[in-house]
Each structure stands twice: as C-alpha cells, then as structure tokens.
C-alpha cells in the first residue's frame, strides 16, 4: 500500500529554497496514526487498513468507538479513515511522517470551506443580466430557468442538474500531484507546495500521488 496517513492543516507560509526561490508551502501536522483495524479477503471481503488520528476526550466520544480504538491499544480518536489496498501493517502499529520519505509528490484530501447558501453568480460565475439604464434591478438573477425543464424543453419541473443557487463549498476536495517541499520528522510535520483543501485545523488524508502528469514524472524518476 502507499504511503497514507491522516493529518492537521496548521497554516500557509513561505519556504525558501537553496536558490532563494520563494515558495508557498502548507504546513501540514500528520501522524502519528494508530492503525485502528485490518482488513482482510477471509474476513471482510477485500483488503484495507484503518488509520484512526487525533486523541479525543472519551466523554466526547461514543462507547462503540472507544471500544473499537482500544481494541489497538489507543485511548478515542478524533479522526478515522480506511485505506484500500495490500499492507503489511498490524493492529496497533504507530506511522508518523518518516513514511513519506523519498517522497515527491503527495496527493492531500480534505473538505473545503463551506460558503453557505450562494447565488448563481458567486456559484457558478453567471455573468448576470444588464446593468444599463431602464434594466430593472435583477442584475445578479440567473435569467431563464423553466425553458429548460426537460429534455425536450417543455415539462412541469426543472429540468435536474440545473446550475442555481444553493449551498456552496464543504464538499470532498483533492489537491493531486502537490509537491513535497520539506519534512520534519521530529515534529511530524510536511511542507506541501501550494494550498490544500479546507480551513486552518481541518483534518485531511496525505497519501502518495497516484498518477503524475510528464513533467512531475520525470522529476519524480530523476529524483
């Protein structure tokens, strides 16, 4: 399996380089993980690994989860995610983040910012209606929307998937091929180049990048 564990977003900052190029970095707090269960073909159907993350009151948790954690050998945990994949990891097993060393290329999931309920311009970018003298004052309106009910542009109802307003944001998001930019192993953090899903504290999953584009492929085998 590749190298995979759940982390904490603390914050953007810049890294220098050795040529003293500025770079915007992440910084992501990840690991220690416990490895919470272990997932087998006899047992369950398919292979997979649970990495559990983050300790947690136990009043805050539930029975059947403080169950379930002590069963590897951990008080509650906050965050949990399952892993598909063959591993050699048993239960209880600690990974911090020298399992990404070697390392150039991570691909970082988490849950964006939640934007709240938003209109058709702010969500899809509807340039919106006129703006010039005798237009009434409905600029940010989406326009037509019941001429395209059904496939045959007439019917009682919207036609479904009709871009209009609604709730924006909080939704799973990956950041693919992000460059590993430094590791700190002492204090379990990693500097990932650009931005990553979600707010300052929010949880995400590192796990290595799954499919390159030509360029990052080539750094990635010259390195």
């Not at 805050?60 to 063959?86: F, K, N, V």
């Not at 006129?130 to 600029?139: C, L, N, P, T």
Request: proline share 4%; glycine share 14%; net charge positive.
């Amino acid at each position: 399996m590749t190298a995979a564990l759940i982390g904490t977003k603390i914050g953007m900052t810049r890294w220098f380089l050795e040529d003293g190029t500025n770079v915007p970095v992440t910084v992501i707090e990840v690991g220690p993980c416990v490895v919470t269960q272990v997932k087998t073909v006899e047992t369950d159907g398919y292979e997979a690994v649970q990495l559990g993350h983050g300790e947690l009151k136990p009043r805050r948790s539930t029975m059947p989860m403080i169950g379930h954690d002590h069963r590897a050998g951990s008080g509650p945990l906050r965050t949990h995610c399952e892993l598909r994949g063959e591993t050699d990891a048993e239960l209880g097993d600690r990974i911090d983040v020298s399992a990404f060393e070697g390392v150039m290329f991570v691909d970082v999931s988490g849950m964006s910012k939640g934007k709240g309920f938003q209109g058709s311009m702010k969500r899809h970018h509807f340039r919106g209606l006129e703006a010039s003298h005798g237009v009434k004052r409905r600029h940010r309106s989406p326009g037509s929307i019941n001429g395209h009910a059904t496939n045959l542009g007439t019917g009682p109802k919207l036609k479904k998937g009709k871009r209009m307003a609604g709730h924006m944001g909080h939704e799973k998001v990956t950041n693919r091929s992000a460059q590993v930019i430094s590791l700190d192993v002492e204090r379990n953090l990693i500097m990932v180049k650009g931005s990553v899903p979600g707010p300052i504290g929010a949880s995400v999953v590192v796990r290595e990048a799954v499919r390159l584009n030509k360029q990052k492929a080539r750094v990635a085998k010259a390195g």
